[in-house]
């Protein structure tokens, strides 16, 4: 399988996303301006798979500097962190994952200055620190990924029709090329091809950054799962003709009473779905899920550039000066989400009762 | 207004859609080579457009050879139709509309032999049909668009709401640049216009060709009508918020039941329609019925080139070799549709009885 993210002993290797679909090339990321670099041209992407790289992109910044005291080198650690978060200044999941490696940081010096740890000591203990928690939040995306994976290969295992074979339906690229392996809505599919299961997939193109034909149909077809690009404005043909058993798709947000915001489109995949009879399953790890959000009428719809409509593409395929709207994400009520994948189960209406049960119960 | 074909009094005055959107260029086409040459490039495209323009193009290449005898005349007549045909072999209402000038021509020459007109008169005689015919068929498609915006602006302004504005979602291009002048879909909101109505459109882009912000966007703005360039994938959204009070589209082909076959994508708008309980109209000429077609089940789905999803706007735009299905056009079962526009009149469910009596009524 494609790896977006692993530590080879010495470096960070990604797969280069800017050279998809058409090239599979894997850099080495051996230090932090580098990783800036990375992040911040798109090579590494997605939420989960960002604060993992940037994770091993603060112990690559400071790896050099073992021999300071350890005031200079926490200093150091604090600067990397500052330096690396200037990469992609919307992304929220970047902040968290460096703060959480500087807290590891700050904790062994917190530790060491009660204890009797010899400053040399320190350092070494905080530069080992960062390594660990960096490689834990990639075994932790691994883990939480292959946990929706095998909830929802039971799933779709029960969708097996006559000839055996499975098809499915997902809109943009909740896939392993945006967390570390597996992915979201992907990790199903993949788990269930381990599995046995004789899956193909129509991957919508999703207009306007079309992520669907250029990463999710690359992810798939070089893991080895029969893929087939459909326009978005394709998928109520191919539900009409009975060729889709069910949709499964991503999520960014879930709000408390089970409405999904998800990429533009989705809302009308699950439309689509729904008149035609057909599941659909949004994979959502517990992460997602925000309990603080009663519905998802709170979900502020983010506008975005018109450009990428009238001229994502290369030429420009509007008038000028026409009036675009661009909304990036869209709601569908819970009343359309037949299940959320997560990695403790599956969940199902009534979401406000059966989501609230997830987070009581510890696990 | 834009007008797509124009007679100037001794040229064929054609605005041409290769420079659209960003450009409004009219070429003045005076023989038939250029003629040929503009549908094959596809200057003017559209079926009644095509139609139209042929036609003048048989006038075109004769109208240099009334020295003729009626016998050579008449061969060149049917040489330069074989010529023209040859632009667009897959274009039916081409052949349509040059078999029509051709039949034209000859029943003058066959009234003439029995009668003792002098050959010279003849000649001239047929060239006026020619030009007649052409300018008949003009008029024709400007009465039959005309009409059928008449009809669909009195639907449309029922719907007003309270602020007197009436948003309209369409699909594809079924406006003046596929006709003469006002289009079938487009039709009425131009007439509308007119009448003072206070409109705006959501255009779907319509991938893969995009024909939506290409040429619905531009012939709308430059006509004076407020428009909206979406996703098609965004239709959904723009409907959840209220903000479509109707949807209304062109078609291909409808059955006798009913069944509307356009454009793909046409399937998916009716069906997020019906959700969100929004009238679906369809904008269908009579000559675009086919009583001898039981239902939609019966119309074949063209499938396209799969390089004009992964290829089509400059880039490629998935991987190499990738599996793709891009049919062409899909089937909105009548159930979904709320009246069909025809410049005889609106027509509602049950199809299958209002559709029979729309044809025995001679009107």
Redesign the interface.
Known sequence: MLQTISWTGSAARLLDQTK???ETVYVDITDERQMWDAIKRLVVRGAPAIGVAAAFGVYLGVRQHADDSADRFLKRVDDVCAYLATSRPTAVNLFWALDRVRRAAHEIDGAASVGSSPPCHVVRDILDALLNEATLMLEEDNRVCRAIGEHGAKLIEGLKGATGRIDLLTHCNAGGLATVQYGTALAPIYVGKEKGLDLHV?A?????L?QG??IT??EL??NGV?????????????M?QGKVAAVIVGTDRVAANGDVANK??T??VA??A??FNIPFYVAAPTSSIDMSLPSGKQIP?EERD?DE??R?????????D??????AF?VAPAELVTALITEKGVVRAPYDQTLRALFANPR
Chains 1, 2 share one sequence.
């Open positions: 998809l679909p058409t129509f919508d193109e999703t207009r306007p079309l034909s250029r149909a690359y077809k070089e029969p893929v087939t690009v459909i326009c978005d404005s394709m998928a109520a043909t191919v009409s533009i489109g809302l009308q439309i689509l729904k008149h719809i018109p409509i009238t994502g593409l290369g030429r420009q395929t509007a008038p000028d026409v009036e675009v709207y661009n909304p869209d």
